[in-house]
């Protein structure tokens, strides 16, 4: 009797290596909503200190001090740029109003395929509580 043996391969996805799911929270920022996005970060570290997962940054014209002061108040940010001609075409409002051009931007959160699941928080946000509930939400 002979017994074949298939190859196994493996999974080296990062859920596979740590048996967790790979969880990001996203936001859209520019230099006008830096403010903002500042207060969210600090509200995030303060109200849930043990939460350090990824946090990325859509973004379309953020300067080098910008970034710079994102990454001091949370240690992993993932930034990724946001092609803005995608979106002229969407039907919207005033084509020139600053905040309905760029309401769409977020969209871009479904373009991410990196994470099992992503949390878009808003830049006009703080968090106030523990958000373990919702980072165990499948």
Same mark, same amino acid.
């Given at each position: ?67 710079? &002061? /994102? %990454?001091?108040?949370?240690?992993? !940010?993932? $930034? ?7 979106? =002229? ?21 479904? &373009? /991410? %395929?990196?994470?099992?699941?992503? !949390?878009? $928080? ?7 509580? =523990? ?8």
């Amino acid at each position: 009797m002979t017994t074949t043996v298939s190859p196994v391969v493996p999974d080296t996805s990062a859920q596979a290596l740590t048996g967790k799911r790979r969880i990001a929270f996203a936001s859209f920022v520019d230099e006008n909503y830096l403010p903002g996005f500042l207060a969210l970060l600090r509200s995030l570290a303060l109200s849930n200190p043990g939460v350090c997962e990824d946090f990325v940054v859509l973004y379309d014209d953020l300067r080098p001090g910008s970034i710079a &002061r /994102i %990454r001091a108040l949370h240690p992993r !940010i993932v $930034l990724k740029r946001v092609d803005a001609d995608h979106y =002229d075409s969407y039907k919207k409002g005033d084509q020139d109003n600053y905040l309905v051009r760029k309401a769409y931007f977020i969209l871009d959160v479904f &373009r /991410i %395929r990196e994470y099992d699941t992503i !949390i878009t $928080l808003d830049t006009d946000m703080v968090v106030l509580g =523990d958000l373990g509930e919702l980072l165990r939400l499948r």
